[in-house]
């Protein structure tokens, strides 16, 4: 229970702490209605000469888009920025005195920043999309209950691996590369760009293996019912699976860093 | 038993050494050259509980870093420490839960949150029971005067009202040992004084051991009993504050500025009766040095502000630095423990 009141606590925080900047992400808000108004119309320019590509139709590929850039609003974080600012600036060495699992208060943390941002961005992203586009509701009958579990599972594991990035910072001086090169991987292996099914088979047998995919992909087919249910079920395992592996690499990894953490003087 | 104890504790720094010029740099490129950097070099150390420790050195004299390894921060490169009976990088978790630590360059809150809401987030994260949470902040923000701060995000506050604030935070949860590096660091006089007085009754009423690190001597002078000074990673002191005083001839300056020029035969006149060190910066302005307690002060500025027409006068107190230097020049006095 104790422990509960301290993850609540910390999403509280990270909450609050974007109150004082509503107004800056509202106006993100309008950026994001821009980058999805260019994807549709270069979409439908790719769907004028086919009706289905890579198994998808074009309102599918329309209700994608919307949905993709909607979530990714939910699920991105800037935890590997937090921790690396931190360690650069010396800060890193107040987050060592609480005792307290600095992974999950970095998961908690940013994920009341996602509660956050569902308010503020993804909600009206959604509205003023939905009025503008053709986008179609949730597929199925568990669409509606799944699609936004395996949102909150992407989360997780998006958090995780923005962790992992993180601890990099205590390895290597040149954090901005590695940050860069990480979020390259994700903007188009999650699939939020492009669907998977559009790549190459040897790129999608290899996507397999990794944990990208579970980010965006995976939910959007759940929310557009184009797995049956017996693969929806699967890919929301293997998204609760990807969590734990990469929460527990951090943990090992955590003990690693901070062995290497060397702060001369204030 | 003693509730931190040190032997030879050490923590080597190894540091990339640049070669000038880019032919250096081409050569650093595939090979290179490090130096090591001895921030903390075989300290022994012993801390009853409740003291108040001054732990006092020049910059870059390993202060910091003897700190960050009593908290638990740095893992020592050799040598044995023990806190509470605990191992602090070992058993990092149980360790902080029992130690408040404030680094008066840093804070403990978070910048765009209000200061109630980071106290309850520390009430969490420590898990305090709720009345005692309740009783202690009452009691600090009398004590700190907090009370019209609690709703302020931290990054609005001003240095002295943070620095108050970060006290109180490290306080929440009634830990047995408070570290502060550098608190009083550019505060004005009534703030030092409120945060003296804190630190003074928390020692007292709870039996907090305080280790305190600070460049102002006036700090330990008003706190301490007992005094540990560094330099370049050894220990050089370790004793009184009244027995350092009384061995080491500790200099005060006080300089003189008069209105109209004065010549040396004078003021030599002048001053006979006084044990000072006289010294000319040009006719109108003079420094007196002097040792602590061997000069009637206010008898001396008296006799000054009587006979001369001062336009100023300024009381320099002696830094750390050149208390050091004496110690090395005279022999420490009294060995190190």
Sequence with gaps: MKKVAKYWQFMRIGFIAYLAHRFQVLMNVLSYLLVIALNYFLWRAVFASRPVIAGFTMSQMMTYVVIGWSARTFFANRIDRMIGDAVRDGSIVMDLLKPTNFQLYHYFRSFGRAVFMFVFMTLPIIVVASLLFPIKPPSGRLGPYLFPLSVVLSFFLHAGISYLTGLMAFFTRNNEGVFRFKQMLVEVFSGVMIPISFFPAWVQGALFWLPFKYIAYVPLRIYLGMEPLSRVHQGVLLQVMWIIIIYAAGQLLWHFAIKRLEIQGG | ?337
């Excluded at chain 2, 950097?37 to 075989?42: E, F, I, K, L, N």
């Excluded at chain 2, 009783?135 to 931290?154: A, M, T």
Aim: glycine letters at 8%; one cysteine or more; proline letters at 4%.
């Design chain 2, 1 to 337: 038993m003693p509730i931190i104890e040190a032997h030879s504790l050490s923590k080597h720094f190894k540091r990339f050494r640049r070669r000038p010029g880019l032919v250096g740099a081409v050569k650093d490129l595939w090979h290179r050259t490090y130096e090591v950097v001895r921030a903390v070099d075989g300290i022994d150390l012993s801390v009853e509980r409740g003291e108040i420790i001054g732990y006092i050195g020049p910059n870059g004299a390993g202060k910091s870093t003897t700190i960050k390894m009593l908290t638990g921060i740095l893992v020592p490169t050799a040598g044995s420490l023990a806190v509470q009976g605990l191992v602090p990088h070992k058993d990092r978790y149980r360790h902080v839960r029992t130690i408040g630590v404030v680094f008066g360059q840093r804070t403990q809150l978070w910048w765009d949150i209000a200061v109630i809401e980071a106290f309850n987030l520390l009430q969490k994260i420590y898990e305090i029971p709720r009345d005692e949470y309740r009783q202690r902040l009452k009691k600090f923000n009398q004590v700190l005067g907090l009370e019209d701060l609690l709703n302020i995000p931290v990054r609005k506050l001003s240095l002295g009202q943070r620095m108050r604030c970060d006290l109180a935070a490290s306080l929440l949860h009634n830990p047995a040992i408070l570290f502060l590096d550098e608190p009083t660091i550019g505060l004005d006089v009534a703030v030092k004084a409120s945060i003296r007085d804190f630190i003074r009754e928390t020692n007292r009423q709870q039996g907090t051991t305080v280790i305190l690190t600070t460049h102002d001597l006036s700090d330990i002078e008003e706190l301490c009993s007992r005094v540990i000074m560094i330099d370049a990673g050894k220990l050089i002191y370790d004793g009184g504050l009244r027995e350092l005083k009384e061995r080491v001839d500790i200099p005060r300056r006080l300089l003189v500025e008069t209105i109209f020029p004065i010549n040396a035969s004078k003021m030599m006149l002048l001053l006979k009766d006084y044990r000072l060190g006289i010294t000319a910066l040009d006719p109108y302005r003079w420094e007196l040095s002097f040792s602590k307690g061997r000069v009637n002060l206010p008898q001396l500025m008296q006799l000054l502000l009587d006979t001369l027409e001062v336009r100023d006068l300024e009381l320099e107190e002696p830094a750390i630095e050149e208390i050091v230097r004496q110690i090395y020049d005279r022999g420490a006095p009294g060995d190190a423990r």
